[in-house]
Nanobody
Framework: QVQLVESGGGLVQAGGSLRLSCAVS????????MGWFRQAPGKEREFVAT????????YYTASVKGRFTISRDIAKKAVFLQMNSLKPEDTAVYYC?????????????????WGQGTQVTVSS
């Protein structure tokens, strides 16, 4: 059983920064991609960022490009989301997800495991 546990969320003022972490445990595939998604109140879950197995390919939704950075530590089985210049519209529950394929995906349905989420609140 694969488990994902997010941490690092919290309350921050607009313009501030947060670093989310996601720890992976259990029997994972030999190579897997990771992603971050978010869901704001009353909205659908949306893609934020994804990274491939080797860390050589990353993709971001347009609204966070240049402000957020996804990275991973394969040895520690962890993925991170550095969020800078945060805006009130970034307020959401952030979820990490694992895909049992080495390549990236922007589609939530292509991920096999999900964490419980961590709340990020950005005040204006």
């Amino acid at each position: 059983q694969v488990q994902l546990v997010e941490s690092g969320g919290g309350l921050v003022q607009a313009g501030g920064s947060l670093r989310l972490s996601c720890a992976v445990s259990g029997r994972t595939a030999s190579a897997y991609a990771m992603g971050w998604f978010r869901q704001a109140p009353g909205k659908e879950r949306e893609f934020v960022a994804t990274i491939n197995w080797s860390g050589t390919a990353t993709y971001y939704t347009a609204s966070v490009k240049g402000r957020f950075t996804i990275s991973r530590d394969i040895a520690k089985k962890a993925v991170f989301l550095q969020m800078n210049s945060l805006k009130p519209e970034d307020t959401a529950v952030y979820y990490c997800a694992l895909r049992r394929e080495s390549g990236t995906s922007r589609t939530a349905g292509e991920y096999d495991y999900w964490g419980q989420g961590t709340q990020v609140t950005v005040s204006s």
